[in-house]
């Protein structure tokens, strides 16, 4: 989203005023406390917010409205805890202790023996939930990775205030990505029906029918998903392209050759994020990698070999080989957009950059992977010095979209408006009534950007039409 600052009198900028509830300064760490008469009436609005993030994502009841009534008399219920860095919340093999919700800080899903990362849990994210909706034994060792508040609903409360879910174990594991470490799961059939389906969502493969799909997952090996831990390279600057990493769950960041980063990537825990794509552009086109890609925490990732692809294409010729036919023209027809541009720009311009600062933009967050894709793969790369228009009045009444990869643009409308309105590196500029139609987009800095024309955002949007797109408000 760009950036707003009221036009004072005397022609400064004065920023908007910081919401004290959500600033890093006004914590809710505090003395340790164990105060069981903490309820949902003196909640920060913080910590409520991310407790009914939490009890969303769970197999509650069905129907917002039910979900919400369920949301309010949950959290009167529920007890602030807090947790030293490095101290064990649950123990695999325990009793449950109820459903834990993350309000502050971040906690870390470990081994048995406390050796090894399973998965990293931040604010709004929660644990615990396996073995009080299953009645098992807890499946996984959660401890404090830093200091941190903890949401937690009893066993007594939660039985009595969440009603029965209707899904299965494995299922479950499923759903959310989970690595299998109970068992009373078949670790296997877990982790193929896992790949099925993160592959199956992923635009790359979202042609390919079953039995090719299936196919191409009995080639992987020595695992169908691997764990890297946090601070891991997945792919580094000149790598060649022999192969697909598809992030399944996890953050990680994309960085150009003098490791300035350029992009996160989040592919969130709660199992409803699209996998990310890693590497097609350089088995498409043939080439090598323009960025370093490392994880921020531990990724769960799932390793394609071209030769496993090549094998399957070969096999489904009239299938998977017909729809990878197609993406490599699409492909073809990128690498031909000004590549002048594309030589002095080599890591901005990297498909995965694109997508990926599209996929973060607060614009086009209610926007499937695969429409993402459709308008990162039609984007038209544009250099620009200070001073220039890289968004006529036409183009703005239309509905153009314009991504900033570098520099800085600003909105120059009539003298009436109040606001300058810029957008920065990674923003994207979406026009909205509020702005006037008489608008230009001005460089203000030497950049270059990514134009989709507005003819190209309603063929995509008619095509996914289950995306919308989130308009700027104006600013108060």
Same mark, same amino acid.
């Given at each position: 989203?760009?950036?707003? @600052?009221?036009?004072?009198?005397?022609?400064?900028?004065?920023?908007?005023?910081?919401?004290?509830?959500?600033?890093?300064?006004?914590?809710?760490?505090?003395?340790?406390?164990? #105060?069981?008469?903490?309820?949902?009436?003196?909640?920060?609005?913080?910590?409520?917010?991310?407790?009914?993030?939490?009890?969303?994502?769970?197999?509650?009841?069905?129907?917002?409205?039910?979900?919400?009534?369920?949301?309010?008399?949950?959290?009167?219920? /529920?007890?602030?805890?807090?947790?030293?860095?490095?101290?064990?919340?649950?123990?695999?093999?325990?009793?449950?202790?109820?459903?834990?919700?993350? *309000?502050?800080?971040?906690?870390? /899903?470990?081994?048995?023996?406390?050796?090894?990362?399973?998965? @990293?849990?931040?604010?709004?994210?929660?644990?615990?939930?396996?073995?009080?909706?299953?009645?098992?034994?807890?499946?996984?060792?959660?401890?404090?990775?830093?200091?941190?508040?903890?949401?937690?609903?009893?066993?007594?409360?939660?039985?009595?205030?969440?009603?029965?879910?209707?899904?299965?174990?494995?299922?479950?594991?499923?759903?959310?990505?989970?690595?299998?470490?109970? #068992?009373?799961?078949? /670790?296997?059939?877990?982790?193929?029906?896992?790949?099925?389906?993160?592959?199956?969502?992923?635009?790359?493969?979202?042609?390919?029918?079953?039995?090719?799909?299936?196919?191409?997952?009995?080639?992987?090996?020595?695992?169908?998903?691997?764990?890297?831990?946090?601070?891991?390279?997945?792919?580094?600057?000149?790598?060649?392209?022999?192969?697909?990493?598809?992030?399944?769950?996890?953050?990680?960041?994309?960085?150009? #050759? @003098?490791?300035?980063?350029?992009?996160?990537?989040?592919?969130? @825990?709660?199992?409803?994020?699209?996998?990310?794509?890693?590497?097609?552009?350089?088995l498409h086109l043939g080439k090598r990698s323009m960025v370093s890609i490392t994880t921020s925490t531990c990724c769960e990732v799932i390793h394609i070999k071209e030769e496993w692809i090549q094998s399957t294409v070969d096999e489904y010729p009239d299938d998977a080989g017909a729809s990878w036919s197609r993406l490599q023209t699409r492909w073809r027809a990128l690498l031909n957009k000004d590549r002048q541009l594309r030589h002095k720009?080599?890591?901005?311009?990297?498909?995965? /950059?694109?997508?990926?600062?599209?996929? #973060?933009?607060?614009?086009?967050?209610?926007?499937?992977?695969?429409?993402?894709?459709?308008?990162?793969?039609?984007?038209?790369?544009?250099?620009?010095?200070?001073?220039?228009?890289?968004?006529?009045?036409?183009?703005?009444?239309?509905?153009?979209? *314009?991504?900033?990869?570098?520099?800085?643009?600003?909105?120059?409308?009539?003298?009436?408006?109040?606001?300058?309105?810029?957008?920065?590196?990674?923003?994207?500029?979406?026009?909205?009534?509020?702005?006037?139609?008489?608008?230009?987009?001005?460089?203000?800095?030497?950049?270059?950007?990514?134009?989709?024309?507005?003819?190209?955002?309603?063929?995509?949007?008619?095509?996914?039409?289950?995306c919308i797109l989130i308009y700027p408000p104006e600013p108060q």
């Open positions: 989203m760009g950036n707003t @600052n009221e036009r004072t009198p005397g022609g400064g900028e004065q920023g908007e005023e910081e919401d004290p509830h959500y600033s890093r300064s006004h914590s809710i760490i505090s003395a340790r406390s164990h #105060n069981p008469d903490v309820n949902s009436h003196v909640l920060p609005p913080i910590a409520f917010q991310r407790i009914r993030k939490c009890l969303l994502s769970l197999p509650l009841q069905d129907g917002q409205e039910m979900r919400e009534e369920a949301i309010e008399r949950v959290a009167k219920h /529920v007890i602030l805890k807090t947790y030293d860095a490095g101290e064990d919340v649950i123990m695999k093999g325990q009793s449950t202790k109820g459903i834990f919700m993350i *309000v502050e800080g971040s906690a870390r /899903v470990m081994s048995e023996k406390g050796d090894e990362i399973l998965a @990293n849990l931040s604010e709004g994210e929660f644990f615990g939930e396996i073995s009080l909706i299953f009645d098992i034994p807890c499946t996984a060792r959660v401890q404090a990775d830093k200091t941190c508040v903890l949401a937690q609903l009893e066993p007594s409360s939660a039985r009595r205030l969440l009603h029965r879910v209707q899904i299965g174990l494995l299922d479950w594991f499923v759903i959310r990505r989970y690595l299998p470490t109970s #068992n009373q799961i078949d /670790v296997e059939r877990c982790l193929r029906r896992m790949t099925y389906t993160s592959l199956k969502s992923c635009p790359t493969f979202e042609e390919w029918e079953e039995e090719p799909l299936k196919t191409l997952i009995l080639y992987l090996d020595p695992a169908m998903v691997i764990l890297y831990q946090p601070h891991t390279p997945v792919l580094c600057v000149n790598d060649p392209p022999t192969a697909l990493y598809v992030i399944i769950r996890g953050s990680a960041i994309i960085q150009d #050759n @003098n490791s300035r980063p350029l992009v996160s990537i989040d592919v969130s @825990n709660h199992g409803d994020d699209d996998p990310v794509v890693i590497g097609e552009e350089g720009y080599p890591a901005l311009l990297q498909s995965e /950059v694109i997508y990926q600062m599209l996929k #973060n933009s607060s614009v086009l967050s209610q926007c499937s992977s695969h429409c993402v894709q459709h308008l990162a793969l039609q984007g038209i790369p544009q250099e620009f010095q200070v001073e220039d228009y890289v968004c006529i009045p036409e183009e703005i009444a239309e509905g153009s979209l *314009v991504l900033v990869l570098l520099g800085e643009l600003e909105l120059v409308t009539g003298s009436d408006m109040r606001y300058v309105y810029t957008v920065g590196d990674g923003e994207v500029f979406c026009p909205n009534k509020w702005m006037g139609s008489k608008g230009k987009l001005v460089a203000r800095s030497e950049g270059v950007a990514i134009k989709i024309d507005s003819s190209v955002v309603t063929e995509t949007l008619q095509k996914f039409p289950d």
